[in-house]
Structures are given as C-alpha cells and as structure tokens.
T-cell receptor, first 113, second 113 residues
C-alpha cells in the first residue's frame, strides 16, 4: 500500500532560519504529492502540490520538488517567520489507493522571535 | 466565497448519546470525506463518498455512520458504540479529477461530558 514518512518533530527554529522538513513516500503508480499546513485549532490548508516528477510546488516562500528517483518531497523555506509556526503534513494520492489521501504523521514547527 | 462549513465548532456528548456533525460544501465537489485527528497524530479516514447516495468505509468506520443525500452535504453521526469519541473531526471535499487536492473545513472538536 501507499505510505508517507516525514521527519518527526517538534522542530524549533529562530526567526529567519532555514527550514527543511523531510518527506519520503512509497506508492503504486505515479502519485500526486501535497504539503498541507494546520494552524492551531484550525483545519488543514493546502500549502503546495506537485503532480509529476521534477515538478516544483511553491507558495508563501515554501518550496518542494517531486523527486521520483529518491521518492522524496522535502519542504523548504529560506527564512521562516513566527507566523509559520504550525503543523505540516506531507500527503499523497495514487491510483493504488483509489486516490484517497495518505498522510504523514505531521511535523510541529515552532518559530521563536 | 466557496468553501466547506463544519458545525458546530465544539460539541459535547453524554454517555450513550448519538451526536451528528454537520459538513456542507459549496464547491460543487463530487467527493467528500471525514477524518479523525487525535493529539499528536496524523489524520485517519472514517468514511468517504464519491457520489450522492453512495459511501464507503475508511480505516476506522466502527462506531460512526454517514449519509449522502445531497451533493453538498455529508453529515457524520458519532454513535454510542464509539467508545472513545473525543477527537478533532475534519471534513474535506475534492473534485472528481482524482489528482486534485482535498479542501478542508475548520473542524469540530468533540468531547465527552
């Protein structure tokens, strides 16, 4: 079956630090890959997506590149802000799961001023 | 604005009581989903529906029931058979094109009195 493994948190950074959250996956077929963000007490918001190999998704200064050879979709941001403090989820959909979303367990990011 | 509305935001259940969580979407999406989120955990799929009058069990359907009488509505009932219902419940929807991301509501937090 499909699975997503993302780095366990919590991750604590100072403002303006560089962020990487690792995400690797296993899937049948060619998955679409997503990063979602969840702020405290809220639902999930789509942060970025990539639907084929070598695609780069980007939004709000965050980027992730679909790497088929390493089955990875790492999230990066060059300079984090306090407002980026949230839980980040890596996820995929693929034909093998009837396109249901498979989530990683989430990574809590805390950014200190 | 199009989106997903979940209500209520907070809900309390007494022992032996059934409670129903509402989810309405005006995105004209075909598919709708219910997830359960426990503290520090990822999301687990309870039920999903790809068309009106049809739905399938997810990974943790026991103790829950759903209906899909209208395209825009997908209510979830937490029955008394669900012995540990305290959690954050998230509703989502997606277009028929299965590579597209799911859109989430703001969630309902259910607690036991």
């Amino acid at each position: 079956g499909n699975s997503v493994t993302q780095m366990e948190g919590p991750v604590t950074l100072s403002e303006e630090a560089f962020l990487t959250i690792n995400c690797t996956y296993t899937a049948t077929g060619y998955p679409s890959l997503f990063w979602y963000v969840q702020y405290p007490g809220e639902g999930l918001q789509l942060l970025l997506k990539a639907t084929k190999a070598d695609d780069k998704g980007s939004n709000k200064g965050f980027e992730a590149t679909y790497r088929k050879e390493t089955t990875s979709f790492h999230l990066e941001k060059g300079s984090v802000q306090v407002s980026d403090s949230a839980v980040y989820f890596c996820a995929l959909t693929a034909r093998g799961s009837n396109y249901k979303l498979t989530f990683g367990k989430g990574t809590l990011l805390t950014v200190n001023p | 604005d199009g989106g997903i509305t979940q209500s209520p935001k907070y809900l309390f259940r007494k022992e032996g009581q059934n409670v129903t969580l509402s989810c309405e979407q005006n995105l004209n999406h075909d598919a709708m989903y219910w997830y359960r989120q426990d503290p520090g955990q990822g999301l687990r799929l309870i039920y999903y529906s790809q068309i009106v009058n049809d739905f399938q069990k997810g990974d943790i359907a026991e103790g829950y029931s759903v209906s899909r009488e209208k395209k825009e509505s997908f209510p979830l009932t937490v029955t008394s058979a669900q012995k540990n219902p305290t959690a954050f419940y998230l509703c989502a929807s997606s277009p028929e094109e299965r590579r597209q991301p799911q859109h989430f509501g703001d969630g309902t937090r259910l607690s036991i009195l």
